[in-house]
């Protein structure tokens, strides 16, 4: 599979493609351009996925989340426990998803280490992510573009540091479960004590495995959402004990009421961006 425009429509104002063919293991690129210059304003909620965004248009992209604000060319953000929103005043950028299991090999840096908030990519990579923009706000392509953007993340990809089987198998599990999994149950099925599983997971994953299990949940439920199926009906499906208990998960994750996480109500670089991670194996079902 190469690459896919999927949002140039007519008065759309972006020039969206993705995702990419054959990144890294573990990986999946998209990029998107303003070119009608109306400006970015996003708000993204927490995902399952390790998140690298590389602004390339020589601008400076606007981040404000539970730790402030904060400006950069670009920035790596971890398994957020709340929502954030990023602005611009025309945005050209490249994003990648990662897998929390590999993302210490392409990032070099562990989970916890990210901590809550965003870290800017000079601080994790200094002058080669300099290079890195320069070269993609030269190219004349999104194929262009993706290449040394591939290339980028191999060159710096260790193996050797990879989470315990046990963490990997439970991530997993959690993953197909869509979240409705007991952790005393996980452990037990992989021959740990819930006390080993919940440090050595928070420690690899970045986040307790009863966060990522809620973690998990509110994605799928964001899929249901998004559809338009009532709020009931994505409560009962997803394992939530009602109405109310997905709207506090909502509220933590998305900063918002179930009611407003409709496509309709949405940008249109939101719902670009979302249709392209809808093919991203980190979504849940």
Same mark, same amino acid.
């Given at each position: 599979?190469?690459?896919?425009?999927?949002?140039?429509?007519?008065?759309?104002?972006?020039?969206?493609?993705?995702?990419?063919?054959?990144?890294?293991?573990?990986?999946?690129?998209? $990029?998107?351009?303003?070119?009608?210059?109306?400006?970015?304003?996003?708000?993204?909620?927490?995902?399952?996925?390790?998140?690298?965004?590389?602004?390339?248009?020589?601008?400076?992209?606007?981040?404000?989340?539970?730790? $402030?604000?904060?400006?950069?060319?670009?920035?790596?953000?971890?398994?957020?426990?709340?929502?954030?929103?990023?602005?611009?005043?025309?945005?050209?950028?490249?994003?990648?998803?990662?897998?929390?299991?590999?993302?210490?090999?392409?990032?070099?840096?562990?989970?916890?280490?990210?901590?809550?908030?965003? @870290?800017?990519?000079?601080?994790?990579?200094?002058?080669?992510?300099?290079?890195?923009?320069?070269?993609?706000?030269?190219?004349?392509?999104?194929?262009?573009?993706?290449?040394?953007?591939?290339?980028?993340?191999?060159?710096?990809?260790?193996?050797?540091?990879?989470?315990?089987?046990?963490?990997?198998?439970?991530?997993?599990?959690?993953?197909?479960?869509?979240?409705?999994?007991?952790?005393?149950?996980?452990?037990?099925?992989?021959?740990?004590?819930?006390?080993?599983?919940?440090?050595?997971?928070?420690?690899?994953?970045?986040?307790?495995?009863?966060?990522?299990?809620?973690? @998990?949940?509110?994605?799928?439920?964001?899929?249901?959402?998004?559809?338009?199926?009532?709020?009931?009906?994505?409560?009962?499906?997803?394992?939530?004990?009602?109405?109310?208990?997905?709207?506090?998960?909502?509220?933590?994750?998305?900063?918002?009421?179930?009611?407003?996480?409709?496509?309709?109500?949405?940008?249109?670089?939101?719902?670009?961006?979302?249709?392209?991670?809808?093919?991203?194996?980190?979504?849940?079902?």
């Amino acid at each position: 599979m190469g690459v896919a425009d999927i949002g140039c429509g007519p008065g759309v104002g972006w020039d969206f493609a993705g995702p990419s063919a054959a990144a890294p293991s573990g990986a999946a690129i998209i $990029g998107y351009r303003d070119v009608a210059g109306a400006g970015l304003d996003l708000r993204a909620a927490a995902t399952t996925a390790v998140a690298v965004v590389i602004e390339f248009g020589g601008r400076e992209l606007i981040v404000d989340d539970a730790g $402030g604000r904060q400006t950069s060319g670009g920035f790596v953000v971890g398994l957020p426990m709340a929502a954030m929103r990023i602005r611009s005043r025309q945005a050209e950028c490249v994003e990648v998803r990662l897998s929390p299991i590999r993302a210490h090999s392409l990032l070099g840096i562990a989970a916890t280490d990210l901590g809550r908030g965003i @870290v800017p990519l000079e601080e994790l990579w200094g002058s080669e992510v300099r290079r890195l923009r320069e070269q993609l706000g030269d190219a004349g392509s999104w194929e262009e573009r993706f290449a040394p953007t591939k290339s980028f993340l191999v060159q710096r990809d260790r193996p050797m540091r990879t989470p315990d089987p046990e963490v990997i198998a439970a991530w997993h599990r959690i993953l197909a479960s869509g979240g409705q999994v007991k952790v005393g149950e996980l452990a037990e099925s992989l021959g740990w004590s819930r006390k080993r599983l919940w440090a050595r997971f928070e420690s690899q994953i970045g986040l307790t495995p009863k966060r990522a299990a809620m973690l @998990v949940r509110f994605r799928c439920a964001v899929a249901g959402l998004l559809t338009g199926r009532p709020a009931a009906d994505v409560a009962a499906v997803c394992g939530y004990t009602d109405q109310a208990h997905l709207c506090r998960d909502v509220a933590i994750f998305a900063d918002r009421t179930p009611g407003t996480l409709h496509a309709d109500n949405l940008p249109a670089i939101a719902r670009d961006r979302y249709r392209a991670w809808g093919t991203f194996f980190q979504s849940p079902g």
